[in-house]
């Protein structure tokens, strides 16, 4: 696989910079509307019913969240008991995951004696887990109950995002079938496709639908970055990973980068 020639895409693709109203963050689009490189709700679906929060509110969060993160976790707990959209609930799981991410690899093995920073970091790490997935299973309740009125492409498309990040793979395969059913917005039904078999297909069938969103769908770039590391390329995958950070911030890839490092260093050590 030609990983120069993805990174030339990246960088030659002109980008506009919206906020998804989801999560506040910006989005990088190339072509067409883009999925948000946080949440990766369409913004799009920002327009449906299944919006319920104010920017404001989440601009806080993202402006907080990382220095005063017991106050960022307040406004979360608050949004989500107020909010009835399923977009909104799978978001805010998204600043659960990043902070447990952050706690987890914050973790600093050359302290002396017992370590217990380390041990407080893994168990708040934990806990934040926990709540990313409890929000991520509200997510595909309140998805169920808008599908059982109207099998919207928004519904389907957020329940599946939900149940591709708890690894739900045959409910998301079955989600994925719903999708295909539904003419609304071929760039949705284009990147699930792509999310999907880029993560489960063979070699083959991930860069067919890899190739089919290279162009117009930046996260693209994050499950390239997994494709190339799953089948043993973690230096491509490092390097596609590092140029696609600098346009994004979304959890899973800070993850998968240091997983990528992890395996490095211990290949160094060996």
């Not at 083959?204 to 190739?211: C, Q």
């Amino acid at each position: 696989m030609d990983v120069s020639r993805y990174l030339h895409i990246l960088e030659l693709q002109p980008a506009r910079q919206p906020i998804c109203e989801f999560c506040g963050n910006e989005i990088a689009e190339y072509t067409g509307t883009g999925a948000c490189g946080f949440c990766e709700m369409f913004p799009s679906a920002a327009a449906s019913e299944m919006h319920a929060a104010t920017p404001d509110s989440i601009k806080q969060i993202n402006s907080i969240s990382d220095e005063r993160w017991e106050e960022a976790e307040k406004l979360i707990e608050k949004l989500s008991a107020e909010s009835a959209s399923p977009g909104m609930q799978y978001a805010l799981s998204q600043f659960y995951f990043r902070r447990s991410n952050q706690l987890y690899y914050g973790i600093d093995y050359n302290l002396h004696g017992y370590m217990k920073e380390n041990s407080d970091k893994r168990e708040a790490s934990w806990v934040l887990l926990g709540k990313a997935k409890g929000l991520m299973y509200k997510t595909i309740k309140l998805c169920n109950d808008q599908i059982a009125k109207s099998s919207t492409q928004e519904a389907l498309y957020t329940r599946f995002t939900a149940e591709m990040s708890l690894q739900r793979h045959r409910d998301a395969k079955a989600t994925l079938d719903l999708l295909a059913g539904i003419k609304s917005n071929d760039e949705v039904s284009l990147y699930s496709n792509m999310v999907y078999y880029s993560t489960l297909g063979s070699k083959k069938i991930a860069t067919k639908f890899m190739e089919s969103t290279i162009s117009s769908q930046p996260n693209t770039f994050y499950y390239l970055a997994r494709h190339l590391a799953k089948y043993g390329n973690t230096r491509g995958a490092g390097t596609v990973l590092g140029k696609f950070m600098e346009r994004s911030r979304m959890p899973k890839a800070y993850h998968l980068l240091q997983k990528i490092k992890a395996v490095e260093g211990a290949s160094e050590i060996s």
